[in-house]
């Protein structure tokens, strides 16, 4: 049972546009939501969090939306750059949980 | 400290051969993580350790699988048997307590080819 989806499994942008990345969950007692960027051949590394308690998290270029009535969390990177092309998974856990479920992951182009 | 490593970065195997890797955590975490990913999927949750105890393992974890983490520092991932379905990226991650807001910081993994 997936519980975290990302149904999109590929996106492209021009260089200095938004990108947005879309993830929904199905487990109601997430309370963290993390995006991880993954370059090839590299682990995952976190990028930005959210959590249940909040709708919004900023970070520089980067901003996660939380909408928990509809189980479904974006992450916002504007002005997109060419070194944001990569992997962005979407992982989320429960407070009392040991571990993160992840989505399939979508896979960003930003084209020069 | 330089992060999380892994080692070895790539291990091809025939099949029915056990193999192991290795994973030196950021020496402050006391939780200790692995998962595994397969081609087109998101990682998924193998088992963690809190110091040198097993917490919890994932149905994953089948009885050919055993991991360790004998003195709270380094861990060990084995595969015995191991079948072309094992084939995947071994990931170990760590962290502080509870991740909460900040995740884990992974390691590049292990990428284990069953041939």
């Known amino acids: 049972d997936q519980q975290v989806k990302q149904n999109s499994p590929s996106l492209s942008v021009q260089e200095g546009r938004i990108s947005i990345l879309n993830c929904d969950y199905t487990?109601?007692?997430?309370?963290?939501f993390l995006w991880y960027k993954k370059y090839p051949a590299e682990g995952p590394t976190f990028l930005i969090s959210?959590?249940?308690?909040?709708d919004k998290n900023e970070d520089g270029r980067f901003t996660v939306f939380l909408n928990k009535s509809a189980k479904h969390l974006s992450l916002h990177i504007v002005p997109s750059q060419p070194g944001d092309s990569a992997v962005y998974f979407c992982a989320a856990s429960a407070w009392t949980g040991n571990q993160f479920y992840f989505g399939t992951g979508t896979s960003l182009t930003v084209i020069p | 400290d330089t992060g999380v490593s892994q080692d070895p970065r790539h291990k091809i195997t025939k099949r029915g051969q056990n193999v192991t890797f290795r994973c030196d955590p950021i020496s402050e975490h006391n939780r200790l993580y692995w998962y595994r990913q397969t081609l087109g999927q998101g990682p998924e949750f193998l088992t963690y350790f809190q110091n040198e105890a097993q917490l919890e393992k994932s149905r994953l974890l089948s009885d050919r699988f055993s991991a360790e983490r004998p003195k709270g520092s380094f861990s060990t991932l084995e595969i015995q048997r191991t079948e072309q379905g094992d084939s995947a990226m071994y990931l170990c991650a760590s962290s502080l307590e509870m991740t909460g807001s900040v995740g884990y910081t992974f390691g590049s993994g292990t990428r284990l080819t069953v041939v």
């Open positions: 487990n109601s007692m997430f309370d963290y």
């Open positions: 959210i959590s249940s308690i909040k």
